[in-house]
């Protein structure tokens, strides 16, 4: 049933719903003997991981963590990771660690779940795989505390400037991929703009990440291809040079439409960050070229998580 929508600061927001799906999430804390340390392993180890389309996981910084925050008491980034299948998990995370952040000068590499086996059975392993690089020169420990009674084990391996610490293992939850909404104007700089300060508001926010670059996506895509190899392919609905050859859902005076994806550790974390996201956007694209909201899906073939924007934006 269509439901009618306030507009906010005169930008439309559509009565649709992002269409979501199940993904297993892991968080891992890098520090670094200084911030620019702690950042470049952090960009290295999320580069290419935009969409588990081709890139096999959904990466990005979540957020970044005083030294206050983080376990060595040194500059830090916490980054969240997101795949469709727990062995993809397993995969990726250690090889990202040792190809990315054993590899970075300085760095450490922590736990961003907190608890053992008997809070997060499941685990991702970390310094259980990457150990072997010492060539039997690494040492561990086993330390305790609330979060940890029964231990947690950390490796020292030894590298060129000392020891990379790395904690042994990271517990897996569950997660959310696919949360979204399109922004739509009447030029690029309008859009762009929107979609800054949505992707600005939205970093200050726990729990999500938007791994596109920037945080947005400019090829949205739909389900399924005319090409049997391929389940999915450009969202030709809302590419406007496609307008007078195919359906369009664009309006005559939209010419530029972006998508936000968003990611999260559940369900309410996504919902606020749109919502966020969203004013954010139209605060600055109102009456300045920013004309519709909207947000994907796909009838419900992609995930059973809907986010309708009149309840979003409650």
Not at 81 to 86: M, Q, R
Not at 274 to 291: F, P, R, S, Y
Request: aromatic letters at 8%; hydrophobic letters at 40%; one cysteine or more.
């Amino acid at each position: 049933m269509e439901v009618s929508i306030a507009p906010v600061n005169g930008v439309a927001i559509e009565s649709e719903f992002a269409e979501a799906f199940d993904m297993k999430a892991t968080r891992v804390i890098i520090t670094g003997h200084d911030r620019q340390w702690a950042l470049d392993g952090a960009r290295a180890m999320t580069g290419f991981a935009t969409s588990v389309i081709a890139c096999g996981i959904e990466m990005a910084i979540e957020r970044e963590l005083s030294p206050a925050e983080t376990p060595d008491g040194r500059p830090g980034f916490a980054i969240l990771a997101f795949t469709v299948s727990g062995k993809e998990l397993e995969k990726q995370i250690p090889r990202r660690i040792g190809q990315c952040v054993l590899t970075c000068p300085t760095s450490a590499m922590y736990a961003g779940i907190q608890g053992d086996k008997s809070v997060h059975p499941k685990r991702i392993p970390m310094g259980k795989t990457i150990r072997y690089f010492g060539d039997g020169h690494q040492i561990s420990k086993v330390t305790y505390d609330d979060a940890y009674p029964r231990g947690q084990r950390f490796w020292r391996v030894p590298v060129m400037d000392g020891e990379f610490i790395c904690e042994h293992d990271v517990g897996r939850v569950d997660g959310i991929g696919g949360g979204n909404f399109l922004l739509l104007g009447d030029s690029v700089d309008a859009v762009s703009t929107a979609c800054r300060a949505a992707i600005d508001a939205m970093g200050k926010l726990p729990g999500i990440i938007t791994p596109f670059p920037g945080g947005v996506a400019r090829s949205g895509s739909k389900v399924g291809s005319k090409y049997p190899a391929l389940f999915a392919s450009t969202n030709h609905a809302f590419c406007p040079t496609l307008k007078n050859a195919t359906e369009t859902l664009l309006r005559d005076d939209e010419t530029v439409a972006m998508e936000i994806v968003i990611d999260g550790l559940s369900f309410d974390a996504i919902a606020e960050s749109m919502k966020v996201g969203i004013m954010a956007a139209c605060e600055v694209g109102g009456g300045n070229g920013l004309l519709r909201v909207t947000a994907g899906n796909y009838g419900g073939k992609l995930g059973k998580h809907h986010f309708h924007l009149a309840e979003v934006m409650q």
